[in-house]
């Protein structure tokens, strides 16, 4: 089918690119020169606003990085989607609060769209080799519509019920992925700290009860301190760390662990630098590099 995506990010290029790989018409838009020109390079369709996506394309994605962004996108397809009087399915892809989102659907729906809630749980580098979880809510029959698209850049894509539950969802795995992250740059400081090989460390750890999917994919990175190109960006990870502490506010829910990885990430932030990689809580916990 032909799609659009609104935001040619880490994550919005390579669900482009895993949809051309596929088969998929591609149109994309982003404010971004470079990642305009990787885009086209891979065969994707340039297009101006995102409104230029209505009308071709059965279903738009949109990964964007900030509530304003996903404010003034929702208002430029809405405005399209009036004139145009399309039947558009909107699968709204990033991590925002569930206020935000639901800000989004009402002013999709007025204008004649169909809004899916469909965050994704994975990092940049999963999204590049398709391994990636979607998180998908809202109307039924409009998912049915996108499902071809969505398993076409995700291993796996489920539907969660109500619009904002994929939200819920994607927020209490990302509790736990802050927590495994922290919990892994710990058991790498410790040992370094032993004079173990950390990739020794890696090799048996990963493949016992210690083991988790962050540790696999995030325990690599420390042992070699590569933390650019990031997978996820720590300023960003913080923005899911602030939906994340209120929702628990919300709902009242104790969380002393998720409390406790707070202070590591905004350490690393001030200590290594806000564009690095979350695996950079390594640097903050490592007594070489304290010492």
């Not at 996108?146 to 109500?162: I, K, N, S, W, Y």
């Not at 400081?189 to 083991?211: M, R």
């Not at 564009?275 to 390594?282: I, L, P, W």
Request: overall charge negative; glycine content about 10%.
């Amino acid at each position: 089918m032909d799609v659009g995506i609104v935001g040619l990010g880490i994550m919005g290029g390579s669900i482009a690119r895993n949809l051309l790989e596929r088969g998929h018409a591609v149109a994309g838009v982003d404010l971004d020169p470079a990642r305009r020109e990787a885009f086209a390079g891979a065969g994707g369709r340039l297009v101006e606003t995102p409104a230029a996506l209505v009308g071709d394309c059965a279903v738009v994605l949109t990964s964007l990085p900030s509530e304003a962004a996903l404010a003034a996108v929702s208002d430029a397809l809405a405005e399209a989607i009036g004139e145009a009087g399309t039947r558009t399915v909107v699968c709204e892809l990033s991590t925002m609060p569930i206020a935000a989102k639901e800000a989004a659907r009402q002013r999709l729906e007025a204008a004649g769209a169909v809004v899916l809630d469909c965050p994704l749980s994975g990092t940049g580098a999963q999204a590049v080799t398709r391994d990636l979880v979607v998180y998908a809510s809202g109307d039924r029959a409009g998912f049915e519509i996108a499902e071809p698209a969505l398993t076409d850049f995700a291993r796996r894509v489920v539907h969660v019920g109500a619009y904002g539950n994929g939200t819920r969802m994607k927020l209490v795995a990302n509790l736990l992925v802050a927590i495994h992250n922290v919990a892994t740059a710990e058991a790498m400081a410790l040992a370094e700290s032993c004079g173990l090989s950390l990739k020794d460390v890696i090799d048996v750890v990963s493949d016992g009860a210690g083991g988790s999917r962050i540790f696999s994919l995030r325990a690599p990175l420390m042992a070699e301190t590569r933390y650019t190109p990031a997978t996820m960006k720590l300023d960003v990870w913080m923005k899911d760390m602030k939906v994340i502490g209120e929702l628990l506010a919300e709902g009242g829910v104790e969380a002393p662990l998720f409390a406790a990885s707070l202070p590591v990430y905004e350490a690393a932030i001030r200590d290594v630098g806000p564009e690095n990689d979350t695996a950079a809580v390594f640097e903050v916990l490592r007594p070489a590099r304290r010492g």
